[in-house]
């Protein structure tokens, strides 16, 4: 089969293509239609006038006898006017006086003592309708009109339907070619940034002509796709970049510990000091290990499914009366005001350890004596509970804040507080899994980190 | 105590195995799924210790197996799946506990201890005794040497596990699930800081002292003193 031009090929013109012959059939339908109803109207007022001019020689015939008949025929024969044709014909059948070419004309399809109308003459030009009538002595009166007019009007008409019949065709295969050459061009951009991006270029994006119709924001949902996407495999690079990076110096430090067992203890004693020491470390990658596939999973999503009402308020309260003492024990003021009986839609065991590592960080990261509170307020509306978890610290200079929900990021100044860099990262997994937005915020002095949950309803 | 181990590790199988008997139990050992159920639905067993990922029969099918057939022995899971949703599912299949490997061997040993204990618990006290101690679980009062000592309710549930574990070892770990139910491990130390808390309220001016730290392991009230 030979390859059509490309523009042939697409859907764009198949439609168009599809649309010009619907087109055609109907422009042929409307041609044929008018033919049929120009000629059939023509020839009825022919006829009309025909039947009326025999009936009037008839007429006279009868009124004023065979002679003034013969005398009128004759002399509307020599005056050959108006596409009229007049002649009797003898009982032979030859015309006996008036226009030759009325020979033709006959009575077999008359009956008896009938007169007939009918059609003479070579199709489909040169033809008459001729009017027929017997006169009593067997002879006949015929009177004839040329139907050349008809002919001509069918003509017309039939010519113009070609012609507008061969306009439609080419205006609408020259108007599909154009709308499949712009439809192509517009998805040749589409096609054009794909392979790109296969071929490697991920920053490459659809070009947008501003014009705000289906094709541009088809591209700008495309675009947001592949943003979206190119967000998620960096963050995918980074995460075990990061875990390659902070396993890498536990490891080194655990291999480190059993080498020198291994060449500088010389007792029992320093051998046992040297496996604690090793467990220790073992235990520390192992807890870091099982964080990052708890943030893995709750990132997935799968726990959603589990969710069911709990009861905010008195998750809230339990684990600061699990972290009071601690807290108090350290010096350090701690307030605590929650508004009662909050119920948000969620996982009881991962809200807990939310708030536990947000109590956990707090502490972790402020010297002794600095005052922590934690707050739950229903916002004025009641679609909020607004919980939040704050510290007269040090705090987190604003372009920081969004880092420290990375895996492993610290701060310079927490590089020496014990921790694995993961709790916030954790709880901001467990906010975004009740589609709750953690906010890290100046507490004047102090962090203050926020939640808004959407309560039921 | 008479243990069966369902678990397909052999290092893991031994390590528990030898530890276990270290401590004067009756191990044995199987390493499939239907060969563990073929053990333990004799029901002769007083703790089972059951791998979840086991070839064959898998351990939450072998526990709902066993149930069905109404073999209520206690089972303890064991699993390398720090999954969430896994400390549920295998309760709800009818296990007792849940420990996450690695762990150590004493709070394996712990766990044991409790659940093989579980049975005879149907008791129905409702004062929980230890020497001079009384705990009345309606009224919700402690009593020492005839004097109330107020309590949180926290720290009336910590006092109370412990009450009911009397004699026997629990861990840091079995504190944090069944007080607070916190199924994580917190970096912060806040079960010593309880415990030294409800100490100072429950021992202190008082002898003999109840609440011992078992160093490397967690804590013990004891039942019996000399």
Redesign the interface.
């Known amino acids: 089969m030979p390859r059509l031009p490309r523009a042939a090929r697409s859907a764009g013109f198949r439609f168009a293509l599809l649309h010009t012959l619907v087109f055609v059939a109907l422009v042929a339908v409307i041609g044929l239609t008018a033919e049929a109803l120009v000629t059939h109207a023509l020839k009825r007022q022919a006829r009309a006038r025909i039947e009326s001019e025999a009936a009037e020689l008839f007429t006279q015939y009868r009124e004023r006898g065979p002679e003034h008949l013969r005398k009128l025929v004759s002399a509307r024969f020599a005056m050959r006017e108006n596409r009229l044709h007049y002649a009797i014909l003898g009982r032979d059948g030859q015309v006996a006086t008036g226009d030759p070419v009325l020979a033709q004309a006959s009575r077999d399809e008359a009956g008896p003592g009938g007169s007939v109308v009918h059609e003479i003459g070579r199709k489909p030009y040169d033809t008459m309708l001729a009017a027929v009538r017997p006169l009593s002595d067997g002879s006949l009166l015929v009177a004839a009109i040329d139907l050349d007019s008809v002919e001509d009007v069918e003509d017309v008409v039939s010519g113009a339907f070609y012609v507008v019949l061969a306009m439609s065709l080419a205006l609408g295969l020259g108007t599909g070619l154009l709308l499949s050459r712009t439809l192509l061009n517009r998805l040749d951009a589409v096609t054009r940034t794909a392979e790109a991006i296969n071929a490697g270029d991920l920053s490459r994006r659809i070009a947008r002509t501003g014009s705000g119709d289906d094709f541009d924001r088809l591209s700008a949902t495309l675009n947001l796709m592949l943003d979206r996407i190119c967000a998620l495999m960096e963050s995918v690079r980074q995460v075990s970049n990061d875990v390659a990076h902070d396993l890498r110096t536990p490891l080194a430090r655990l291999r480190q510990t059993l080498e020198d067992a291994r060449r500088h203890s010389g007792t029992m004693a320093d051998y046992d000091a040297a496996v604690a020491k090793a467990m220790v470390e073992a235990d520390g990658l192992l807890a870091t290990f099982s964080a990052l596939l708890r943030i893995a999973q709750i990132e997935a999503g799968a726990r959603r499914s589990a969710f069911q009402a709990v009861d905010l308020t008195d998750t809230i309260q339990t684990v600061c009366e699990a972290y009071a003492p601690t807290i108090e024990d350290g010096g350090r003021p701690f307030a605590v005001a929650l508004a009662p009986g909050i119920t948000v839609e969620g996982d009881r065991e991962l809200l807990t350890q939310l708030f536990a590592n947000l109590l956990e960080n707090a502490i972790g990261h402020t010297p002794a004596g600095t005052g922590i509170r934690v707050e739950l307020e229903r916002s004025d509306d009641g679609r909020f509970g607004h919980a939040s978890v704050s510290d007269a610290g040090p705090g987190i200079p604003t372009p920081e804040r969004e880092k420290v929900f990375r895996r492993f990021y610290r701060l310079e100044q927490s590089r020496t507080t014990p921790g694995n860099g993961l709790g916030l990262s954790m709880a901001a997994a467990i906010a975004d899994l009740h589609q709750t937005r953690m906010s890290l915020s100046d507490n004047r002095p102090g962090l203050r980190v926020g939640l808004d949950f959407r309560l039921g309803g | 105590m008479k243990v069966l181990v369902i678990e397909d590790d052999g290092e893991m199988a031994r390590f528990i195995s030898r530890g276990l008997r270290e401590q004067g139990h009756v191990v044995d050992q199987a390493n499939s799924g239907r060969d563990g159920l073929f053990h333990a639905a004799g029901g002769t067993y007083d703790v089972l210790i059951v791998d979840r990922m086991l070839p064959g029969l898998d351990g939450l099918g072998l526990v709902k197996t066993l149930r069905a057939a109404e073999v209520q022995t206690p089972v303890l899971f064991l699993t390398t799946m720090?999954?969430?949703?896994d400390r549920?599912a295998g309760l709800e299949a009818g296990g007792d506990d849940y420990l996450?490997k690695?762990f150590a061997f004493v709070e394996l040993l712990a766990r044991v201890h409790a659940l093989g204990r579980r049975r005879p618990v149907v008791q129905a006290d409702t004062v929980l005794r230890a020497a001079n101690l009384e705990m009345d679980l309606i009224s919700r009062k402690v009593r020492r040497g005839g004097r109330e000592i107020d309590l949180?309710p926290?720290e009336f549930r910590l006092l109370e596990y412990l009450l009911r574990n009397a004699g026997r070892v629990v861990t840091r770990t079995m504190l944090l699930e069944q007080v607070?139910?916190?199924?994580?491990?917190?970096?912060?130390?806040?079960v010593e800081?309880?415990i030294?808390?409800l100490r100072s309220k429950v021992d202190k001016g008082f002898e003999p002292e109840l609440i011992e730290t078992v160093r490397g392991t967690g804590y013990l009230l004891r039942a019996t003193f000399a």
């Open positions: 720090a999954g969430i949703g549920v996450v690695p949180q926290r607070w139910e916190f199924h994580f491990d917190p970096r912060t130390n806040i800081t309880h030294s808390r």
